[in-house]
């Protein structure tokens, strides 16, 4: 049972899909199907159920979980004691959003590899409501995410920068928007992309609670991406970061409504697991980000 046996069955414990698990590897399905044969024949337990719409822990993968996450820690412990001239090396796990990886990581992640070569970083992008379970479940060492509500007591949040929310419609497309007798936007007739989780979700259902409305939803999508693709498609109006927009390939195919309300804007930080501060690695980034200072454009 080798190390990098132990940091598969761990990604697959956190992703709870073999197809994802093994291209975030870099492996084949059948391989990575086959290394967990192994690990349970080890084991002597099974690991996870699984058929073909989904894959679970099972009792004792859940507890053979907590023994791979001590493992891999106290095996990076070593490899820092054992590193020569106090040179960094080892690996880094990161995840953001696409957008996060174009606008906010370049000047952080520029700076650290000049500074620790030698470190392997890893970058994985994918729905941004997604990197706090990310760094729940240990499948990143540091992710970037937007500031929840209630931050859990274990994790460490760094502020980046912010980024306010807006709506949008489609510029193509200028009857999607239906309007009301005063000219205002019907905010019920008109239909919504509206993100299926994450924080954006939450402070869409809170302004439709607070002024009554019952959307006219047209769809549920993961990723603000997805929301601008669809809105500029004329299927309905969204709520995105601006941020977003700016680094979307497709800005001049939305517009941002105007006299819309505002929302509370997202403040994006780095995040990480205040045990994790005590890597070397990860502590080095953490130093490093925030000697940049928060970014205001």
């Known amino acids: 049972m080798d190390i990098r046996a132990l940091k598969l069955f761990r990604h697959l414990a956190g992703s709870?899909?073999?197809?994802?698990?093994?291209?975030?590897?870099?492996?084949?399905?059948?391989?990575?199907?086959?290394?967990?044969?192994?690990?349970?024949?080890?084991?002597?337990?099974?690991?996870?159920?699984?058929?073909?719409?989904?894959?679970?822990?099972?009792?004792?993968?859940?507890?053979?979980?907590?023994?791979?996450?001590?493992?891999?820690?106290?095996?990076?412990?070593?490899?820092?004691?054992?590193?020569?001239?106090?040179?960094?090396?080892?690996?880094?796990?990161?995840?953001?959003?696409?957008?996060?990886?174009?606008?906010?990581?370049?000047?952080?992640?520029n700076t650290y590899r000049q500074a620790h070569p030698k470190v392997q970083i890893h970058l994985e992008?994918?729905?941004?409501?997604?990197?706090?379970?990310?760094?729940?479940n240990r499948d990143a060492d540091v992710v970037?995410?937007?500031?929840?509500?209630?931050?859990?007591?274990?994790?460490?949040?760094?502020?980046?920068?912010?980024?306010?929310?807006?709506?949008?419609?489609?510029?193509?497309?200028?009857?999607?928007?239906?309007?009301?007798?005063?000219?205002?936007?019907?905010?019920e007739k008109t239909p919504f992309i509206i993100p299926d989780t994450g924080l954006s979700r939450e402070r869409l259902d809170i302004w439709f609670a607070e002024n009554q409305i019952l959307p006219n939803v047209y769809s549920q999508v993961s990723g603000h991406e997805a929301i601008i693709a669809l809105v500029s498609l004329g299927c309905g109006i969204g709520l995105i970061p601006r941020l977003v927009l700016e680094k979307s390939p497709?800005?001049?195919?939305?517009?941002?409504?105007?006299?819309?309300?505002?929302?509370?804007?997202?403040?994006?930080?780095?995040?990480t697991l205040r045990k994790n501060l005590s890597n070397a690695r990860i502590k080095a980034l953490w130093t490093l980000a925030g000697g940049q200072g928060k970014d205001s454009s």
């Open 144 to 187: 970037i995410a937007a500031m929840p509500r209630h931050l859990d007591k274990g994790i460490e949040f760094m502020e980046l920068t912010a980024s306010p929310l807006v709506f949008i419609g489609p510029r193509r497309f200028p009857g999607t928007i239906l309007y009301r007798e005063d000219k205002k936007i019907d905010w």
């Open 250 to 271: 497709v800005p001049k195919d939305v517009i941002v409504l105007e006299k819309a309300p505002e929302l509370p804007a997202f403040i994006l930080g780095l995040c």
């Open 16 to 109: 709870l899909h073999f197809a994802r698990t093994s291209m975030a590897c870099n492996m084949t399905p059948s391989a990575l199907t086959r290394m967990i044969q192994r690990l349970e024949a080890d084991v002597g337990e099974r690991l996870f159920v699984r058929d073909n719409r989904s894959v679970e822990l099972t009792h004792a993968g859940l507890a053979f979980k907590k023994y791979a996450d001590d493992v891999i820690r106290r095996w990076e412990t070593l490899q820092e004691e054992l590193s020569e001239d106090e040179v960094l090396q080892g690996e880094l796990s990161l995840f953001c959003s696409v957008t996060a990886a174009y606008a906010i990581l370049p000047n952080i992640i």
């Open 125 to 136: 992008t994918g729905d941004p409501a997604r990197a706090l379970d990310k760094l729940r």
